[in-house]
């Protein structure tokens, strides 16, 4: 239910905090500007509006969390407690500024991209505060754009936000098996699968979400809807940066790729590793300038020519000929170009499904073949089964005397000679020898009945007896 009463402009909350404006509501309670009459400072004030035990708990756990951590990248600490109505609260430094999301946002509405120094400098920032909370035993578990503020637009000068649904080693936990928290497009697979133990690394997952889409404008996993980036999650590996915007530092690709590695075993140890290796890189010579889209593009249809004239035969240096200078200095080792790499493994999944084809049809036509060679044995046993059927019966017709024919009524028939019986060949004992035909015997011969009568002697008229 709702235990809050808005506040309005001049109220002053909890007997301390002077409320100048709202400044956003969300599904715990409600943001305030307010005037902390004990520091004389603007701060963020929540008041919690939903007095559910587990709303309460969490709210808890986050002022619990921000009370211990006191990082220049975390949001500080002000006060917490219960006002006088009975409403919880937490008070926070007011942040003059906007989010990453809002930034972010911005910059795809432009078609740009933000410079690789000013994503090393963001990382560094998020990865120090994770370190920090970390080594308190905190697990932030919502690590995304809306939640990393950014004083005065500032990449350099972020700071992280809303330890809502932290689990703390201090705090009671709030969750319980099968329950999913945080947000989808940016939670670690375990945490989707709704483990338990969850720890450190699935910060460092999301943090591996918040580089990639500062570097690419996209998300890690996409889908129409939530259920499909989840299945996407879970069962497929994630892409690599160069695939979506080449000239990357390759160490910063491939810190990327193990921070986003589905089994956590694979990912960094610790967000000081992290912290540790994004400093390293940033010391080397980065393009300092923000990539359009269009660049972006074109680097990678210009990265994949390249691979293609490699895969031709056309060495290293021809490729990057080819490539028209798309191979950014900023690659300080001779791997392939992860462009390259992409086009390897497409080039692998073209040859795999060649070769299955080739094994199927190479079944289908050895099925054919057997059900043939099946069908003429068959045939064969079946024409076999007829000569020994009827082979005694052709030495039999050969062999039996002919018997006389019936007498015709006819002298025509009489007259006529019996034909003599064939001589029984050699061949005829083992092949079916042919039958004769009787031939028809000779009609016997028509009476002239045409008159059918005729006149006896004493000229009466008579029938012709045959002829009735």
């Given at each position: 239910?709702?235990?809050?009463?808005?506040?309005?402009?001049?109220?002053v909350?909890?007997?301390?905090?002077?409320?100048?404006?709202?400044?956003?509501?969300?599904?715990?309670?409600?943001?305030?500007?307010?005037?902390?009459?004990v520091?004389?400072?603007?701060?963020?004030?929540?008041?919690?509006?939903?007095?559910?035990?587990?709303?309460?708990?969490?709210?808890?756990?986050?002022?619990?969390?921000?009370?211990?951590?006191?990082?220049?990248?975390?949001?500080?600490?002000?006060?917490?407690?219960?006002?006088?109505?009975?409403?919880?609260?937490?008070?926070?430094?007011?942040?003059?500024?906007?989010?990453?999301?809002v930034?972010?946002?911005?910059?795809?509405?432009?078609?740009?991209?933000?410079?690789?120094r000013?994503?090393?400098?963001?990382?560094?920032?998020?990865?120090?505060?994770?370190?920090?909370?970390?080594?308190?035993?905190?697990?932030?578990?919502?690590?995304?754009?809306?939640?990393?503020?950014?004083?005065?637009?500032?990449?350099?000068?972020?700071?992280?936000?809303?330890?809502?649904?932290?689990?703390?080693?201090?705090?009671?936990?709030v969750?319980?098996?099968?329950?999913?928290?945080?947000?989808?497009?940016?939670?670690?697979?375990?945490?989707?699968?709704?483990?338990?133990?969850?720890?450190?690394?699935?910060?460092?997952?999301?943090?591996?979400?918040?580089?990639f889409?500062?570097?690419?404008?996209?998300?890690?996993f996409?889908?129409?809807?939530?259920?499909a980036?989840?299945?996407?999650?879970?069962?497929?590996?994630?892409?690599?940066?160069?695939?979506?915007?080449?000239?990357?530092?390759?160490a910063?690709?491939?810190?990327?790729?193990?921070?986003?590695?589905?089994?956590?075993?694979n990912?960094p140890?610790?967000?000081?590793?992290?912290?540790?290796?994004l400093?390293?890189?940033?010391?080397?010579?980065?393009?300092?300038?923000?990539?359009?889209?269009?660049?972006?593009?074109?680097?990678?249809?210009?990265?994949?020519?390249?691979?293609?004239?490699?895969?031709?035969?056309?060495?290293r240096?021809?490729?990057?000929?080819?490539?028209?200078g798309?191979?950014?200095?900023?690659?300080?080792?001779?791997?392939?170009?992860?462009?390259?790499?992409?086009?390897?493994?497409?080039?692998?999944?073209?040859?795999?499904?060649?070769?299955?084809?080739?094994?199927?049809?190479?079944?289908?036509?050895?099925?054919?073949?057997?059900?043939?060679?099946l069908?003429?044995?068959?045939?064969?046993e079946?024409?076999?089964?007829?000569?020994?059927?009827?082979?005694?019966?052709a030495?039999?017709?050969?062999?039996?005397?002919?018997?006389?024919?019936?007498?015709?009524?006819?002298?025509?028939?009489?007259?006529?000679?019996?034909?003599?019986?064939?001589?029984?060949?050699?061949?005829?004992?083992?092949?079916r020898?042919?039958?004769?035909?009787?031939?028809?015997?000779?009609?016997?011969?028509?009476?002239?009945?045409?008159?059918h009568?005729?006149?006896?002697?004493?000229?009466?008229?008579?029938?012709?007896?045959?002829?009735?």
């Amino acid at each position: 239910m709702d235990g809050l009463a808005e506040k309005s402009p001049d109220d002053v909350f909890a007997d301390r905090f002077l409320i100048e404006k709202e400044a956003g509501v969300g599904g715990m309670g409600i943001v305030y500007r307010a005037l902390d009459r004990v520091s004389a400072g603007p701060v963020a004030l929540k008041v919690l509006r939903r007095t559910e035990p587990s709303t309460i708990k969490r709210f808890a756990t986050e002022a619990g969390a921000l009370e211990n951590l006191d990082h220049p990248a975390v949001v500080r600490y002000v006060a917490h407690g219960v006002s006088e109505e009975g409403e919880p609260y937490l008070a926070m430094e007011w942040i003059e500024g906007e989010s990453l999301h809002v930034r972010l946002a911005r910059a795809s509405a432009e078609g740009t991209l933000l410079a690789v120094r000013d994503v090393l400098e963001l990382g560094q920032r998020v990865a120090g505060a994770l370190a920090a909370a970390h080594a308190l035993g905190i697990v932030h578990r919502d690590v995304k754009p809306n939640n990393i503020l950014l004083v005065e637009g500032d990449l350099a000068r972020a700071k992280l936000a809303d330890f809502g649904i932290a689990r703390a080693d201090f705090a009671t936990h709030v969750t319980t098996s099968g329950v999913i928290l945080g947000t989808v497009g940016y939670m670690a697979p375990e945490q989707a699968r709704g483990a338990t133990d969850l720890d450190g690394r699935a910060d460092l997952f999301a943090l591996g979400c918040v580089l990639f889409r500062c570097l690419t404008n996209k998300n890690v996993f996409e889908g129409p809807e939530p259920m499909a980036m989840l299945a996407k999650l879970l069962l497929h590996e994630a892409p690599r940066v160069g695939e979506l915007r080449p000239g990357v530092p390759a160490a910063l690709e491939d810190l990327v790729a193990k921070l986003l590695a589905r089994e956590r075993d694979n990912r960094p140890a610790s967000a000081l590793d992290v912290l540790a290796e994004l400093a390293r890189i940033a010391t080397m010579p980065l393009d300092t300038a923000p990539m359009t889209l269009y660049r972006a593009a074109e680097a990678a249809r210009a990265s994949a020519e390249a691979a293609r004239a490699s895969a031709g035969g056309v060495g290293r240096a021809g490729a990057a000929k080819a490539a028209g200078g798309a191979e950014s200095t900023t690659l300080t080792d001779e791997r392939t170009p992860p462009a390259s790499a992409h086009a390897a493994r497409e080039g692998k999944a073209s040859l795999g499904w060649r070769t299955g084809a080739v094994v199927v049809l190479g079944l289908a036509v050895l099925f054919a073949a057997v059900l043939t060679a099946l069908f003429v044995r068959h045939r064969g046993e079946s024409r076999a089964a007829v000569h020994a059927v009827d082979a005694p019966r052709a030495v039999h017709a050969v062999d039996a005397p002919r018997a006389p024919e019936p007498a015709a009524a006819t002298a025509s028939a009489v007259e006529r000679p019996e034909e003599p019986a064939a001589a029984p060949s050699a061949s005829s004992a083992v092949h079916r020898a042919p039958r004769a035909r009787p031939k028809p015997s000779a009609a016997p011969e028509k009476p002239d009945c045409n008159p059918h009568y005729y006149f006896d002697a004493q000229g009466i008229r008579r029938a012709k007896p045959e002829c009735l």
